[in-house]
């Protein structure tokens, strides 16, 4: 914790964010480090939720607490992904659950392992745009489409597809830059892309 303060004191961040995968267990140490640093705390979570084709399976939803409201609809859905499901399963929510609990969160469309990503990598572009939609009527101005950049293949072969979907759905999208660092820092706007941090305030 005390490397990423430090970062952010030393590059003059004013926020930072993290995204623990299916549970909250480091948001509490994070935010007490941030705060004591003047830092805006972001708290996130990959959530994951059922594969609409096939049985068994989950797609991963990066969320982030925009406000309060935000924070305790987090904590509502990441606690529904243990106790509000068949014993067994892993954990996970519905689509129903983000229905009910989707106010004042913003949603990232996630990597290759996305529902999005898995259908244009797939070939099936009418479902991810289907999908994409969804998520769009969902969160409105809440939802950022993510590249990423770490090396693989399937990101090159997504990030020409998910700029051309971020055009042709007027959904902002975050810069590769924002995603291969150990934080989300706050940047200055860019056409069409985003501004993380102004998205908080």
């Given at each position: ?5 430090s ?12 995204c ?9 140490e ?11 705390p972001?708290i ?7 594969h ?26 990441v606690?529904d ?7 067994g ?17 913003i949603?990232f ?8 990503g898995?259908?244009?990598l ?26 990423s ?25 975050l810069?590769p830059?924002m995603l291969?660092?150990p ?11 985003c501004?993380f ?5």
């Open positions: 914790m005390e490397d990423i303060t970062l952010c004191k030393q590059y003059h961040m004013p926020a930072v964010a993290i623990d995968r299916a549970n909250l267990f480091g948001s509490l994070f935010s007490k480090a941030c705060t004591s640093k003047g830092i805006q972001i996130g979570c990959i959530v994951s939720l059922p609409p084709n096939k049985e068994g399976q989950y797609w991963e939803l990066p969320l982030y607490a925009q406000n309060e409201n935000g924070y305790q609809n987090l904590l509502k859905l606690s992904s243990y106790t509000a499901i068949t014993p399963l892993a954990p996970h929510i519905t689509w129903e659950n983000l229905n009910a609990h989707h106010l004042g969160l949603a469309t996630g990597g290759s392992e996305s529902l999005v898995q259908f244009l797939n070939n099936q572009e009418t479902d991810a745009i289907q999908w994409l939609q969804s998520l769009h009527t969902l969160f409105g101005d809440r939802l950022y489409i993510e590249l950049r770490h090396g693989r293949e399937e990101e090159t072969i997504l990030e020409s597809y998910l700029i051309d979907c971020a055009y042709a759905q007027h959904i902002p999208w810069p830059i291969t660092l934080i989300v820092p706050c940047i200055q706007r860019m056409k069409h892309s501004v941090h102004q998205a908080l305030t």
